[in-house]
């Protein structure tokens, strides 16, 4: 007989017929109540098995996270705390599992101990219910942008070019560490490299994306990025997921406009597709605010939240704004900030981020017309000189969850800038070919998509969002 999901099992079979279904056990109660899970629901299948079916040997074997093959009658349930449950006439041990070593007790773990045991987390509740929202939100991505008539675009993984990320990528290299060919100023010749030049490993798409916009229109990339950057934060990871639209013939109110349209798109679908992970996701965040104390609790519950940011506009505010808000702030002016904001031009903390977003605004924000000291070189010069059309996102709980920008479209103002921020110009040669051949106003944005995976879950820390999280000292798995 092939297995049915339990899933399909829980809420659409009828009953009284015969299923078979394979999973892990989560639990064995009383020699009599199996859990089984299969992955495919939140909710166990409740397996009852009479005494008389078991030999001892076998009994033995049914343990939590042996996976079982079983067949039997779905029949109303007899017991509390479920509908259904089978009734099981056959049972077979697919892989047994020692209890006493097994590490993903039927009790709570700490997601510090389950980091460590990245390989058998994922047969937790938490992280089963996170990956599948996961999952949701990335289908949810390629829907909304191949709706709106967006091609999904490929950029490489390995670059050529590190205009971008000066000092915080990752070198990729077949040359031999310990005895590298030299030039004549006696530095690896990375000439005699693989590609016969220095590579890296992409700190993100862009720039190629915006090659393929100024002739497909409107694209999207959806892959993994790098970065050597030594942030030991719960929102920073070295290889993680972006996300990056660019469109030709947007302005930035264009590009604010599809970002916040973006995003109030996914959280419904997952809203709608995940209701059950994001009820229990919920009610265990409800649950560890609980034990904080008062001050550091949030004001809403999860679900709330996600709702929250589907029915409000975010809110759009310039960052000569931010600036005056926040120098006149109280913890600014009573010196509570690690970095106190005092001149025109400073590049705003995380502390700043969420002050704005939490406390004074208490809804996403959209900060937009940056200093352009703070920006990269490719953003649009505003007439006034000093700032770019640039714009992030901040979040309650994340602080920046999109970076985006107009791209500076003019030749000479792009040449300019290049030539002030010391950049190799040599190397951008066909970047500057698009503002040579048809070149026009177009805009884009990259969105971390761990961070919005952590802001629909509600998971404190990034390394709980992805499968095997890659961190300064830690590559395991
Ligand atoms: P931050 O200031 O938070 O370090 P950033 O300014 O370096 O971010 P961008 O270069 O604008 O970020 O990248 C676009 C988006 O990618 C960010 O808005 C964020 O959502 C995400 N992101 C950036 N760095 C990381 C990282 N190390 N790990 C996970 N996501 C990241
Ligand atoms: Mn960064």
């Not at 929202?133 to 967006?150: D, I, M, T």
């Amino acid at each position: 007989m092939k297995a049915a999901k339990i899933k399909t099992l829980l809420e659409t079979s009828e009953l009284d017929q015969s299923y078979a279904v394979q999973g892990w056990v989560k639990t064995f109660r009383a020699n009599r109540f199996i859990a089984l899970n299969d992955g495919s629901s939140l909710k166990n299948l409740q397996c009852v098995v009479s005494f008389e079916q078991l030999e001892d040997t076998l009994l033995k074997r049914i343990t939590t996270g042996a996976a079982l093959h079983l067949e039997g009658t779905l029949v109303e349930s007899q017991g509390e705390g479920q509908k259904v449950e089978l009734q099981v006439e056959k049972i077979r041990v697919l892989g047994d599992s020692d209890p006493e070593k097994y590490p993903i007790q039927p009790k709570k773990h700490s997601l510090e101990f389950l980091r460590e045991k990245a390989h058998l987390r994922i047969r937790t509740t938490t992280f089963a219910a996170v990956m599948r929202v996961r999952s949701a939100l990335s289908f949810a991505v390629h829907k909304f942008f191949q709706q709106e008539g967006f091609y999904y675009v490929n950029t490489p993984i390995i670059t050529g070019s590190d205009a971008e990320g000066a000092g915080e990528m990752f070198r990729v290299s077949t040359l031999d560490i310990k005895n590298p060919p030299l030039n004549e100023e006696g530095n690896p010749d990375y000439k005699k490299d693989f590609f016969g030049k220095e590579t890296n490993l992409t700190v993100s798409g862009q720039l190629e994306a915006e090659s393929y916009a100024l002739g497909l229109g409107e694209v999207y990339t959806f892959g993994p990025t790098f970065r050597a950057e030594n942030s030991n934060t719960t929102r920073h990871l070295a290889e993680f997921w972006m996300i990056e639209p660019e469109m030709a013939f947007y302005d930035l109110t264009d590009n604010m406009n599809l970002a916040e349209k973006f995003i109030t798109y996914v959280l419904k679908e997952v809203l709608k597709d995940c209701a059950e992970d994001l009820e229990f996701l919920d009610e265990r965040l409800a649950k560890e605010d609980q034990s904080k104390p008062q001050a550091e609790r949030s004001p809403m519950r999860l679900i709330e939240k996600i709702k929250f940011v589907i029915e409000n506009d975010f809110k759009r505010v310039s960052y000569t704004e931010a600036y005056e808000i926040l120098r006149n702030s109280k913890p600014n002016k009573k010196k509570k900030f690690q970095f106190l904001i005092n001149e025109w031009g400073v590049d705003l903390q995380s502390e700043h981020e969420r002050y704005l977003v939490e406390k004074h605004f208490k809804c996403p924000v959209i900060l937009f017309d940056y200093p352009a000291n703070i920006k990269a070189f490719y953003m649009r010069r505003n007439e006034d000189e000093k700032t770019v059309r640039a714009m992030d996102i901040l979040f309650p709980g994340i602080g920046e969850i999109v970076g985006g920008s107009q791209r500076e479209e003019r030749l000479e103002v792009l040449e300019k800038r290049i030539q002030e921020m010391n950049i190799d110009a040599e190397e951008l040669w066909w970047y500057l070919d698009l503002r040579r051949f048809g070149s026009v106003p177009h805009s884009g944005f990259g969105l971390g998509f761990e961070r919005l995976v952590q802001f629909t879950t509600g998971m404190n820390n990034i390394r709980d969002v992805i499968p095997f999280p890659r961190t300064p000292q830690n590559a395991a798995f």
